[in-house]
T-cell receptor, first 116, second 120 residues
Framework: QQQVKQSPQSLIVQKGGISIINCAYE??????FPWYQQFPGKGPALLIAIRPDVSEKKEGRFTISFNKSAKQFSLHIMDSQPGDSATYFCAASITDEVNRDDKIIFGKGTRLHILP | DTGVSQDPRHKITKRGQNVTFRCDPI?????LYWYRQTLGQGPEFLTYFQNEAQLEKSRLLSDRFSAERPKGSFSTLEIQRTEQGDSAMYLCASSSPSLGTSGISYNEQFFGPGTRLTVL
């Protein structure tokens, strides 16, 4: 059972365009939703994250939109650049110190290619 | 560089051999995680430690896998009698607690570069 579903699998965007990646989750206990960026041969790096008490978070060109009722969230990359070409993973976790269960559940990833 | 480090970066082994990987977390982080990533997939959780205590193990972690963090600092992941299906990137991550509005939580996990294992 895949707890975090991500789409599309791959995405090609022109330089300067907007890249949009979507994710849906099932477990309503999730309370932390990070996005990770991974370049070939590297480990994932945290890009931006959101908690369900806000509907949007923006950091530079990266924005997370969060819809708690629909159990969906998305990453928007504005003014996409060739250097943004990478694999992006949405993820979710339960940050509950009492349950000590904060492992990250990752989506399958979106391979983004920005055309120069 | 004060990030998470992993050694070796690449390992090629023959089926049936044992392999051991090492992870050095960020020094002040008391939680350490192991994930496995296969080609075209997201990382999958294997196990994690708080200090030297192993708190959770995934069902993915068969009895051929064992992880240790003896002094609460670096960790090792050993795979015995490797199989071709073990070929993957093994990622280590670490985190430290932060105090938020909901109490203490471990949010940001910092990942190392991974060890790519190829079993022939």
């Amino acid at each position: 059972q895949q707890q975090v579903k991500q789409s599309p699998q791959s995405l090609i965007v022109q330089k300067g365009g907007i890249s949009i990646i979507n994710c849906a989750y099932e477990n309503t206990a999730f309370d932390y939703f990070p996005w990770y960026q991974q370049f070939p041969g590297k480990g994932p790096a945290l890009l931006i994250a959101i908690r369900p008490d806000v509907s949007e978070k923006k950091e530079g060109r990266f924005t997370i939109s969060f819809n708690k009722s629909a159990k969906q969230f998305s990453l928007h990359i504005m003014d996409s650049q060739p250097g943004d070409s990478a694999t992006y993973f949405c993820a979710a976790s339960i940050t509950d110190e009492v349950n000590r269960d904060d492992k990250i559940i990752f989506g399958k990833g979106t391979r983004l290619h920005i055309l120069p | 560089d004060t990030g998470v480090s992993q050694d070796p970066r690449h390992k090629i082994t023959k089926r049936g051999q044992n392999v051991t990987f090492r992870c050095d977390p960020i020094s002040e982080h008391n939680r350490l995680y192991w994930y496995r990533q296969t080609l075209g997939q997201g990382p999958e959780f294997l196990t994690y430690f708080q200090n030297e205590a192993q708190l959770e193990k995934s069902r993915l972690l068969s009895d051929r896998f064992s992880a240790e963090r003896p002094k609460g600092s670096f960790s090792t992941l050993e795979i015995q009698r490797t199989e071709q299906g073990d070929s993957a990137m093994y990622l280590c991550a670490s985190s430290s607690p932060s105090l938020g509005t909901s109490g203490i939580s471990y949010n940001e996990q910092f990942f190392g570069p991974g060890t790519r294992l190829t079993v022939l």
